[in-house]
């Protein structure tokens, strides 16, 4: 175990391990995403959370957040990190399948459900099933329409549906939300640099709603390497409120 303590620029802290994964710019980047529409009496639930980042991430917004992660060591670092900010009446953290959801909260229950997946499928590379940063990363032990299935369960009529992904798995995305009844709403690709290939989108979905699609404008995440465009470094600075 590799245990470190990150402050946050919201003021809460983090309590995260090398050896497990470690939270990077789509947790901040999936969070700035959804926080705007939340509003004070919303119920959200993130899942795969990891170590809680979105969680601690949005604690300021909404007025509770279940957050699902099936990793025990995952799980068991986020719930530190909740009692560490003294946010236990916020947030509640469950250790458990996305694939058993049905059995874990009630129907249609939440507003609002985040998710930054597994990106990969399980076919790129070999990998080791045991392995928590392979868990974390490829679909080892969920897939996408796990994911959507779940938040079609979890979510109310017109529910928000907040998830950051791989562009090259759009095809697959919208057909499984078509499947599952979520529309996407919104969708923003990311890039690197001004001149690379996107390799992030957020999607907003909603469920049983019209179809409509609005796509913002491309987001580049460095001007030169190692340093933010003014948009991401805005980005940041949101997170302090």
């Known amino acids: 175990m590799a245990e470190q303590t990150d402050l946050l620029l919201n003021g809460y802290q983090i309590i995260q391990d090398s050896e497990l994964f470690m939270f990077g710019i789509d947790a901040v980047l999936l969070a700035d995403f959804c926080k705007n529409s939340l509003k004070p009496k919303d119920s959200l639930i993130d899942l795969c959370t990891g170590n809680g980042i979105i969680p601690l991430l949005l604690a300021k917004n909404g007025a509770s957040i279940k957050a699902l992660e099936i ?39 939440f507003n609002v459900v985040t998710c930054n997946p597994p990106y990969m499928i399980n076919e790129h590379g070999r990998q080791n099933p045991a392995d928590v940063k392979a868990i974390a990363r ?89 340093n933010y465009t003014t948009e991401i470094n805005d980005i940041y600075n949101r997170i302090k409120n």
């Not at 719930?79 to 250790?95: C, H």
């Not at 049905?102 to 249609?108: A, G, I, R």
């Not at 697959?172 to 290939?197: G, Y």
Request: hydrophobic share 40%; charged share 25%; with cysteine.
């Open 71 to 109: 990793q025990e060591q995952s799980a068991n670092l986020a719930k530190r990190s909740v009692q560490l900010n003294n946010l236990e009446n916020k947030i509640e953290i469950v250790q458990g399948d996305v694939k058993n959801v049905q059995n874990l909260f009630p129907k249609h229950f």
């Open 138 to 226: 490829h679909e080892v032990l969920c897939n996408l329409e796990d994911i959507v299935s779940a938040a079609d369960y979890l979510l109310a009529t017109h529910g928000r549906f907040f998830m950051i992904h791989r562009p090259f798995r759009l095809p697959e995305i919208f057909t499984t939300l078509a499947k599952f009844n979520l529309e996407p709403k919104t969708m923003r690709l990311i890039k690197p640099f001004e001149n690379t290939e996107p390799n992030l989108v957020l999607i907003e979905a909603r469920k049983n709603a019209n179809p409509r699609l609005k796509i913002l404008p491309e987001l580049t995440v460095y001007e030169t390497p190692g």
